[in-house]
């Protein structure tokens, strides 16, 4: 299973770190993805690390392009999704997901295994 966390309420310009922390799936194996859900909106592809032990990534949405980046602890099977210069449009419920044996996928469909969200709040 997965489990992220590390959401809360933040001000515009802001930082944050999310965890996607892996029990049971080696996240350094499979290809993992961040999404996010705004209110009333469909689930949106951000970032996919590719898995298979490298540093690889794929991204998806142009808004965030420079300012959320990828990392992870192969020991402890960890992603972070470190997110910088927050605006109130990344105002979302984010979700990590992985995919068992398959490429990085933009579609929330693809997706095997699905962390809980946790919820990102950009707000002055």
């Known amino acids: 299973q997965l489990q992220a966390f590390g959401g809360g309420l933040v001000q515009p310009g802001e930082s944050l770190t999310l965890s996607c922390e892996g029990s049971?799936?080696?996240?350094?194996?499979?290809?993992t993805g961040w999404f996010r859900q705004a209110p009333g909106k469909e689930h949106e592809a951000v970032l996919c690390?590719?898995?298979?032990?490298?540093?690889?990534?794929?991204h998806y949405l142009d808004s965030v392009k420079g300012r959320f980046t990828l990392s992870r602890d192969s020991a402890k099977n960890t992603l972070y999704l470190q997110m910088n210069n927050l605006k109130p449009e990344d105002t979302a419920v984010y979700y990590c997901a992985t995919l068992y044996g398959r490429r990085c996928r933009s579609a929330a469909s693809e997706y095997d295994i699905w962390g809980q969200g946790t919820q990102v709040t950009v707000s002055s």
């Open positions: 049971g799936v080696p996240l350094d194996i499979y290809a």
């Open positions: 690390y590719r898995g298979r032990g490298t540093d690889d990534i794929n």
